[in-house]
Every structure is written in C-alpha cells, then in structure tokens.
C-alpha cells in the first residue's frame, strides 16, 4: 500500500514536469521575435516579466497544491505575457464568486494553465481577428468549486483535425487526472463542448469541476 501511494506520488510529478516545456518554449519563441524585429525594448520588459513567472512556476511545480488564489496569480502572470506577445489580439477576464474563498481553498498545482495555454495557441491564435478569453471560478458548495475556461477562437476540434494527433498538454491532463482521481484526495470532471457549434470561430468551453475530498 505505501509503495502504491509512493508511485502514485512520482507519477503526478513527472506529469507535472512534462508541461513545463511547453510554455518555456512558446514564452522563449516570443521573445526571440523581439529581439528578430530589434524591439529590443520590448523584449526586455518582456524577459523580466518571463523570468518573474518562470520563477514562480518552476517552485510551485515542487508542491501537490496549491491555494486557489495562488493559481489565479500564476494565471494572471502567464495571461499578461501572451497579451504581450499577441500584442492586441488577445483580451482576458478572471472572474472569481464571491462565496469562494480563494485563500484557504485548494486546487492541484498547476491544473488550469496547459487548458488556458490550449486555448490561447490553439484556439484564439489561430482566429483571424481579436480573441477573448473568459476564466471563471464558481462557488458550489464547502468542498466543491467549478472553473469555465471560455475562448472564442477556431474551436479545439478545428485545430485538432489539421494537426496529426492530440495536442500533447491535453493528453498529459488526461493521465493527470486519471491519478489525481485514484489517489482518492480528490474528484476532479473535466469536459469541453463547442459554444458556437455552427459559426466559423466555434469558440470552446472547458469545464472542471473540483471537489477537495481531504476537506
């Protein structure tokens, strides 16, 4: 039984660190477009917002959890530098319930950025004019909370067909969640449906659903 829960353990971290890449090329390509187009200013302000959150990124990928609130920051400072590189073509919102205590409440480390880095380079990346990208973090009771991750780009199963395969953070979070919910600590559902199934744009909504059952 202990050497299940250890495994169990070394599982969920090296799912964990197989996303990091991901982002530290996407954020490095940015920059490197900078300094390519000699906006060297640019690239400067960009780098030192990088260096900020890659920091943080790299010591929360170290913990199983984190505070809710602790999220929405990593959230907020991964969103800020895409809208530094997509310069005028992304807008996002963060909307928080009232009722949800984001201090004390507890989410798996780093469980909502591979869907909003997903949502930002393959949906509204690839939308020809401005995109939105709606985060909505929702109150259902002590024990459970609700995140909408909202975009109105080209839709995921657009991006999918002229792609060959899964895209690779969607697969991590399949085996992530495979664990998290065998590891009995927690009950996570996850879906996704297209908002606007008959318009060119279809736009996506992933859906989690969270429930702390350490609580």
Known sequence: MIQDKLLLKIELKALRTQMNPHFVFNSLAAIQYYIINNNYEASEKFLV??????RQFFELSKEDEITIETEISLLRNYLDLET?????????T??????????NSRIPTMLLQPITENAVNHGI???VGKGILCINFLYI?????????????????KTKKEKTGKVK???????????????????????????????????????????????
């Open 141 to 157: 009771d002590k024990l459970t909370f609700r995140v909408e991750i909202i975009d109105d780009g080209v839709g995921f199963l």
């Open 49 to 54: 917002k990088f260096s900020v959150l890659i």
């Open 169 to 215: 953070s969607t697969s991590i979070l399949e085996d992530r969640l495979y664990f998290l919910n065998l590891s009995k600590k927690w009950s996570i559902q996850y879906s996704t449906e297209e908002l606007n199934p008959n318009s060119e744009d279809k736009g996506n909504k992933a859906i989690f659903i969270i429930t702390n059952l350490n609580k």
């Open 94 to 103: 963060i909307n928080i319930d009232r009722n949800l205590d984001t201090k």
């Open 84 to 92: 530094l590189r997509f310069k005028e073509k992304l807008n996002y």
């Open 125 to 127: 990346f690839n939308k």
